[in-house]
């Protein structure tokens, strides 16, 4: 029997629209070719050119939309010359993170052999490691609230039981599936800064106790600095690392760095109910309407949106279709004969979406 997904599709600002449409056919393509699963988009407007237009940057019906949908993609969202009153940017998807209380922020790092890096990677050896972000709390909690006057700043860090637990829970989670998939040994890295912070040493302490109900994953304890260092030493020896809302706001971007690039870095906001999947980069205003914006990101986006959707509704083709996708782009990637421009190629946006369909149905 065949279920149908309804799934709410932001397009978002600049290059949000041009990356969208490919992702969209890829997946519809995808969907009408297994007899397992269909998905239904329903386009949800917000975003900044949104805001200019109407005064709403997230309208109570798109809301609706994301919140009846069994999954959200969500395209590249703000426009720096667009702005609310208080001169704060225009990001809905940082209020739909709160509404949906979407705690577990989950950036996978991967690079392929072959695949352009930084690194002076050794032949043999791939990196394939997945940061999962706290994405309610943590410093990011008195964003907008921050106390200011002549001579002082202040902002609050928050780390609560609640929201720390289901964290937990979720990375393990999270290493137990991946190690079942024959994608990584089984272990959660808990990044703090436990022997500065007593907040870091109670993070760390329900880490410890979670750490515990898993007797099949092995746990470990990292500084975030020394985290820094290794991620570019040994990036390798990562499986899944968790960490507080700042540290990882901060370490995904350096994981994004050692993949080539934003343009290959996707990401999932996950709650207990709800889901975004979103690239990380953002609307790139300065090429946004001309063909060039890789289209990558918003993909891998969709193949994990594709691959949670499995899990949950336990349907092994789409989980088969994610994992088809991803390696569909990592397999385009890492030939490197069709790449945008930043990843130091040539192709359009449309030119590098249809190497990865090309990919997708080759067989
Ligand atoms: P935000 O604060 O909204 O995340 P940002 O200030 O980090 O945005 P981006 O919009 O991500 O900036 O753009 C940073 C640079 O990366 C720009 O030069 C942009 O053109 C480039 N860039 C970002 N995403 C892509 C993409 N998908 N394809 C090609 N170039 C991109």
Redesign the pocket.
């Known amino acids: 029997m065949t279920k149908t997904f309804e799934i709410a599709v932001f397009q978002g600002d ?2 949000g629209p041009e ?1 969208m449409g490919p992702t969209l056919e890829l997946l519809g393509q995808m969907a009408q070719a297994s007899s397992a699963y269909d998905l239904s988009f329903t386009d949800a407007p917000a975003g900044a050119a949104h805001y200019a237009k109407t005064g709403e940057s997230l309208p109570e019906h798109s809301m609706e939309t994301a919140r009846r949908a069994d999954a959200i993609l969500l395209s ?1 969202m ?1 426009l720096p010359d667009v702005r609310y009153a208080d001169g704060t940017e225009i990001s809905p998807q940082i209020e739909l993170r709160k509404a949906l209380t979407l705690f577990a922020g989950v950036r996978p790092v991967t690079v392929r052999k072959g695949q352009r890096t930084p690194l002076n990677m050794p032949a043999d050896r791939e990196i394939d490691f997945v940061l999962v972000r706290e994405s309610t709390e943590g410093l990011f909690h008195s964003q907008g609230c921050g106390e200011v006057t002549k001579d002082e700043a202040r902002e609050t860090l928050l780390i609560t039981r609640e929201i720390s637990e289901q964290l937990f829970e979720f990375a393990f989670t999270l290493a137990k599936t991946r190690k079942a998939a024959g994608r990584g040994p089984g272990k959660v890295t808990c990044v703090d800064k436990a022997n500065v912070f007593r907040a870091f040493a109670f993070f760390r302490e329900m880490f410890d106790a979670e750490a515990a109900k898993h007797t099949g994953i092995k746990a470990e304890h990292a500084y975030v600095d020394a985290t820094a260092l290794w991620m570019v030493q040994k990036p390798w020896d990562f499986d899944v690392m968790v960490t507080e809302n700042m540290f990882g706001d901060i370490l995904s971007d350096l994981g994004a760095g050692l993949m080539g690039g ?2 290959l870095a996707p990401s999932a906001d996950i709650g207990r109910d709800h889901a975004v999947f979103q ?1 990380c ?7 946004a309407g001309q063909g ?3 289209p990558f ?1 918003m993909i891998l986006s969709a193949a994990l949106m594709l691959d949670w959707l499995g899990i949950k509704h336990e349907i092994s083709d789409m989980r088969r279709d994610g994992t088809r996708l991803r390696e569909s782009v990592e397999n385009v990637v890492a030939r490197g004969q069709v790449l ?3 990843l130091g190629g040539s192709a359009g946006t449309q030119e590098a979406a249809r190497a990865v369909m090309e990919e997708t149905f080759a067989a």
């Open positions: 600049g290059i990356i590249a703000g934003l343009g690239p980069h953002g609307s790139a205003p300065d090429i060039l914006a890789n990101a945008t421009r930043d």
